[in-house]
């Protein structure tokens, strides 16, 4: 295969079996599976484009990670003494829970922006527009290995003990690239149209970071604020990630809750990408 | 049997205008704009391209004229597969490369070494087709050891080394270009005129947008001539050109 180019017939407009819902969903399956064989694509769109964020520094996205690791280690100092709970314990659960929040909210947040930023590239080349969202969710994935060194360093310090669960870890991060690809799709596409949302978007994450047990745990806000725990789809998805780090299993409830949205946002996603896919080159 | 070709037919394209207001001043903005802009219930909407045909077989090398605003660029982008026609089709078959911008994905703080191969996959390149024309493309550039060092230093006349140096080692069976291939520096261009020809004697069909008249005459042996997104006249190229200047002095 030559890249973008292929040799087969091609007819797009009226000439295709009419525009049922159908034979919008069979092209927007098929752009979504180009877009995942052009791998030289968005392998090396996000290497470049790290790079060229961190040109001429010595240490590189480094420089996120140790930013990163001073504010878990202020924070972790002072809340394990605000919460009076023992700072071997928390440190660990801060700093795996952090670096997963980053992951998630940064996907989300870059997600928005997703079209408006290759704006250009999309008007000028026929790169199918499924690559975008699979660049998004690949170049936060190389700075989430990044920042995974703080959480290793505090694992190491406070002697974090791997067990079976861990294991979940990488069915785990699959689930999450996943979900994000469709999330940065829908995001990407809505955003595109409505120049609100970026902003709404960034204020809402910043909210959710206070409201959901990343900075505190789960169980303090049981009881009286435990809706804000079973019912935020974001604290499943981090305490899938987070208990394999802990060498613990996360709950069941945690696991059906991430599948199920899982699924949910696939069906969302396909629908509203086989729906608008071909509008939104006129929306930027 | 080799069969390259490319075909619209009547084709139509609605350009919705998103955050236009209802108020709209019709009449003014139709002195600017190359369509009509309707105004209905589904919002404002420019007629970029109104019921165009175009069918190309072997050997077609056709040229857009066009004032701007005309829909010279709609249309190759319509034919490239980046705007779906509102009603109509465009059919194709052969391998169809678009140069739309010949250093589309540039980033100035990477390397031309680094350049190349992000211009070379938007271009349509493959890994394995880059690899192959990598040593061609980076002898040709003639930039030594700037290869190397970031784009951000280079001049304005080495930056496009780069993008024509991808975009002529494609081989395209059916080319959509903009404006033509850009060389650069006049020393340059002495050297680049072989491979252009190279290039250009290698497409089976090829359809080009340009305001450069030479380019035109040179490269294209029919031409197709678009006023408000409608296509008025097709013939060859001495022709079309003439009416393009008739319907220019009488306004």
Same mark, same amino acid.
Request: proline fraction near 3%; charge should be neutral.
């Given at each position: ?111 928005? =922006?997703? %079209?408006?930023? +290759? ?7 026929? !790169?199918? @527009? $499924? /690559?975008? #969202? ?7 994935? =190389?700075? %989430?290995?990044? +920042? ?7 694992? !190491?310090? @406070? $002697? /974090?003990? #791997? ?122 | ?251």
């Amino acid at each position: 295969m030559d890249g973008l180019s292929g040799t087969r017939v091609k007819i797009m407009g009226e000439f295709e079996p009419k525009e049922t819902f159908k034979y919008q969903l069979t092209s927007a399956i098929e752009d979504i599976i180009r877009g995942l064989r052009l791998w030289w694509l968005w392998y090396y769109l996000p290497v470049s484009e790290i790079q060229s964020r961190y040109r001429r520094t010595f240490l590189g996205p480094f420089w996120a990670t140790i930013s990163m690791g001073v504010f878990i280690a202020m924070i972790g100092l002072i809340y394990s003494s605000l919460w009076q709970v023992d700072i071997s314990h928390f440190l660990p659960y801060l700093a795996s829970g952090y670096i997963i929040w980053i992951l998630i909210s940064t996907i989300i947040n870059e997600g928005t =922006m997703t %079209f408006i930023q +290759h704006e250009h590239i999309v008007r000028n080349t026929v !790169v199918p @527009f $499924s /690559v975008f #969202p699979i660049i998004c969710v690949v170049r936060n994935l =190389m700075l %989430f290995l990044h +920042h995974f060194t703080v959480y290793l360093f505090v694992a !190491v310090i @406070f $002697s /974090v003990a #791997p067990g079976w669960g861990s294991l979940l870890f990488f069915p785990a991060l699959v689930l999450v690239c996943i979900t994000g690809f469709w999330v940065v799709l829908v995001l990407g596409i809505v955003s595109a149209r409505f120049r609100d949302i970026p902003h709404f978007i960034s204020s809402i994450i910043l909210i959710l970071l206070l409201l959901t047990p990343i900075l505190f745990e789960a169980d303090s806000l049981r009881g009286k604020f435990s809706l804000l725990v079973d019912w935020n789809i974001l604290y499943h998805y981090i305490e899938i990630l987070r208990a394999p780090l802990l060498g613990k299993f996360a709950s069941a409830l945690s696991w059906i809750m991430v599948s199920a949205f899982t699924i949910f946002s696939a069906l969302a996603g396909l629908t509203v990408y086989a729906k608008y896919r071909t509008s939104i080159i006129f929306w930027l | 049997m080799s069969m390259n070709y490319i075909e619209a037919n009547n084709i139509v394209l609605d350009i919705p205008v998103v955050d236009a207001a209802r108020s709209i001043r019709t009449s003014l903005i139709n002195q600017f704009a190359g369509g009509i802009i309707k105004n209905n219930k589904s919002g404002v909407s420019v007629r970029a391209l109104d019921d165009v045909s175009l069918s190309l077989g072997k050997g077609d090398r056709v040229a857009l004229i066009g004032h701007n605003g005309s829909g010279k660029t709609t249309l190759l982008r319509t034919l490239a597969g980046i705007y779906k026609p509102t009603t109509g089709a465009v059919t194709s078959h052969g391998r169809i490369i678009s140069i739309f911008d010949p250093s589309v994905g540039l980033n100035v703080e990477r390397t031309g070494r680094a350049n190349i191969k992000t211009i070379a996959y938007f271009l349509g390149m493959s890994p394995s087709a880059l690899a192959e024309h990598i040593d061609g493309i980076i002898d040709f550039c003639e930039l030594g050891e700037f290869i190397d060092l970031p784009v951000r230093i280079y001049s304005a006349g080495m930056t496009v080394r780069l993008g024509f140096a991808v975009a002529t080692a494609l081989n395209p069976d059916i080319l959509l270009l903009d404006e033509g291939i850009g060389a650069g520096d006049a020393k340059f261009a002495e050297r680049a005129r072989e491979r252009l020809e190279n290039f250009y004697s290698g497409i089976k069909c090829m359809v080009l947008a340009s305001h450069s008249e030479d380019l035109l005459r040179s490269l294209c042996n029919k031409a197709l001539l678009l006023e408000h997104g409608k296509a008025v006249m097709f013939g060859g190229v001495d022709e079309v050109l003439q009416r393009y200047h008739e319907s220019n002095s009488q306004q």
